[in-house]
């Protein structure tokens, strides 16, 4: 998800300062009046031939990370090129219209300041994801993941060009708004036309966001069409969040209906790593945008929303409930017979 948000001239101006002065340790980031815009620079808490990375975070935890502000933070760590990192810090409890806005514009700013500067992009909710124990346990975690040969990759980028030649499909960026756009999979968007389409084939459109591209794709199916509810929880992946659109083709009363169900799934999973955490966390900021998405490409109305952390939570009896609740007949208030008659 991106948002129309764009770089100030302050900004360029004063990125090009750090990137040619040694006497800056970082730039802070925010967003005013709809641009990205420079707050001030880090300076390091010693002479810069004597300081170390570690040394230069602790002016930045304490005066300027604050546990209810979203802020971007550059910060020159490398000793060669690309020289740094761009953080995006986005406490939990910040306000959730900010959280959205910035977790939106995040890629946009190393877009817009060239990406080829930055050599890793870091996501923390947390002022102690931003200390020197912090950046270790970082580190630790990127170790773990072996690197790829120039070869695997070669090969990688082959299989993904051949995906997108035999699919027909791309991606492409949804305006939502003036300032907020989202990417999203053509075959995304193709499958819940189809899904609107009057006696298609197609009852349920289930997506995922790609946590490294941000992007909106379809999420894998064994190709059924689920007739029931139960059937319909039991696509749905008990262990990753989920989008899902489901066409409720249904009796009840006497009257068929096929009303359309927008379903957020975002199950608990104990023990996953700080990476899957913060992909998660996109998914709450982003299910308006999606079920806007389905209404305003696709034609979609969508009857009624379930916001759930298990899918199991999901139950016939409670879906028909919303669909048709039952109409209490008040009574009316009947005068008591005068004493004698």
């Known amino acids: 998800m991106q948002s129309g948000i764009s770089a100030s001239k302050e900004l360029y101006l004063d990125f ?23 707050l001030t620079f880090l300076t390091p808490s010693s002479p810069a031939s004597s ?5 230069n975070l602790e002016t930045l935890l304490a005066p ?11 910060l020159r760590r490398f000793d060669t090129a690309p020289y740094l990192t761009a953080v995006s810090y986005v406490p939990d409890a910040a306000p959730v219209r900010q959280k959205m806005l910035f977790a939106s514009t995040r890629l946009t700013l190393t ?5 080829e500067h930055f050599r890793e992009t870091i996501l923390a909710t947390a002022a102690e994801e931003l200390s020197a124990r912090g950046f270790e346990k970082h580190d630790a975690h990127e170790k773990l993941e072996a690197p790829l040969t120039e070869e695997e990759r070669s090969l990688g980028e082959v299989k993904r060009a051949e995906a997108e030649a035999g699919s027909g499909t791309g991606t492409r960026e949804i305006h939502l708004s003036k300032n907020l756009a989202m990417p999203v999979d053509e075959a995304a968007v193709q499958a819940l036309k189809d899904l609107g389409t009057e006696g298609g084939q197609r009852n349920l459109v289930m997506l995922k966001i790609n946590p490294d591209t941000e992007v909106i794709e379809l999420a894998p199916e064994d190709g059924s069409a689920p007739s029931s509810i139960p ?8 262990s990753e969040p989920r989008f899902a659109f489901y066409r409720f083709d249904h009796s009840y009363g006497g009257n068929t209906s096929s009303p359309v169900l927008f379903i957020y799934t975002c199950p608990a999973a104990p023990g996953i790593k700080a990476k ?18 389905g209404e305003g490409e696709a034609g979609l109305k969508v009857e009624r929303t379930f916001e759930v952390e298990d899918p199991s939570e999901i139950t016939e009896d409670a879906v028909l409930g919303e669909l048709h609740p039952k109409v ?7 005068r008591p017979k005068r004493p004698g008659r």
């Open 111 to 115: 877009r817009e300041l060239g990406t």
């Open 16 to 38: 090009n300062t750090l990137l040619g002065s040694d006497t800056h340790f970082g730039l802070l980031v925010t967003i005013k009046s709809e641009q990205l815009t420079p």
């Open 328 to 334: 209490t007949v008040r009574q009316g208030f009947s």
């Open 51 to 55: 300081s170390t990375f570690a040394q």
């Open 276 to 293: 899957g955490i913060k992909s998660r966390m996109m998914y709450p900021l982003m299910k308006r945008a999606v079920r806007a998405i």
């Open 231 to 238: 059937e319909l929880v039991k696509t749905i992946s008990p």
């Open 64 to 74: 300027h990370l604050q546990p209810k502000e979203a802020l971007y933070i550059l």
